[in-house]
């Protein structure tokens, strides 16, 4: 019964988790230490540090953490598959939806808008990030590098990322 209840716990965790892993932690809190005892408010903090250490999202990790404290890997399994499930869903949906309606006229103009839209919203981070980014003229000379070699060329970003790297090396430049 525990683990039918991990798995519900955290499939509403995962349901609701928008804005991010920061955001979903005082519903994790809420859920794990609040509602279901599972963990004391020192462990949970101590689960916070270790997802936030290891790779990918918090959100998986903090439930993978909690299934496994209190049961296991098999509780590991359930809390992981729990958080990671609505999402699955939503995407099947969204996916099969695409396939079914992708050559209708109006659909095509769907997406042409909100292609658009994508282009608008990497323009606003890109305005937002740039400011702080370019601290010196290296930087400026690598992002301008890296842009026309990305669209230009079609550089892969890791080769991109390892030369800038060695120049940096190179040139002293941190």
Not at 21 to 32: K, P, S, T
Not at 51 to 68: D, E, H, K, L, R
Not at 83 to 105: H, N, W
């Amino acid at each position: 019964m525990i683990l039918l209840n991990m798995f519900l716990t955290f499939f509403k965790i995962g349901l609701f988790s928008f804005g991010g892993g920061y955001a979903i932690l005082a519903m994790i809190r809420q859920e794990v230490v609040l509602i279901n005892p599972w963990l004391t408010q020192q462990e949970f903090m101590q689960v916070v540090a270790i997802s936030q250490m290891t790779p990918g999202p918090i959100a998986i990790n903090a439930a993978t953490f909690v299934g496994y404290h209190k049961a296991g890997v098999l509780g590991s399994f359930v809390c992981t598959l729990g958080v990671v499930m609505p999402s699955l869903i939503v995407m099947a949906l969204i996916t099969i939806t695409y396939v079914k309606l992708r050559e209708l006229e109006w659909f095509k103009k769907i997406f042409k808008r909100l292609r658009l839209l994508s282009v608008g919203l990497i323009g606003a981070a890109l305005i937002m990030i740039l400011p702080k980014a370019v601290e010196s003229t290296f930087a400026l000379g690598v992002f301008i590098v890296s842009f026309f070699a990305t669209w230009r060329w079609k550089v892969s970003p890791f080769t991109l990322l390892i030369v800038a790297a060695i120049f940096g090396a190179i040139f002293g430049i941190a």
